[in-house]
């Protein structure tokens, strides 16, 4: 595989990483605007299902997100030498992302869980 194809892989794999978190990000919304707008008239059963519905789409958009990190991250180990890949793309280092790419979106998820449940039990004054 020429250099040239593994710089178009390696693009590949990041916009794809980049679009499954970007599906992530538009259900975090979608959860937090239907806690926000029917959380505290919604039964425990309907706020189970939401909840749940929600971490399965965050787990499969971050297990497609971590996959396509992971592959970037094994064909920029093929780059290494390449004179070209450390002028050029010193910056998109997936070993950043698969540290960071976790952790944020564990937050999220836990951020969106809190903010539900603060919407179903508001405090009183």
Known sequence: MTEAELFELV????TTALTGYSLFITFSFAYVTAAHFLGSRLSKL????ISALYLLSALIFFSVTMANISAMGSLQQELAFSEVYQ????????RIYIV???IVSLGAVVLCYYFMWSVRHPKTE
């Open 100 to 102: 960071l790419a976790p």
């Open 46 to 49: 309907e706020v189970s299902i």
């Open 11 to 14: 693009f590949i794999a990041g």
């Open 87 to 94: 002028r050029v793309m010193f910056f998109i280092d997936a």
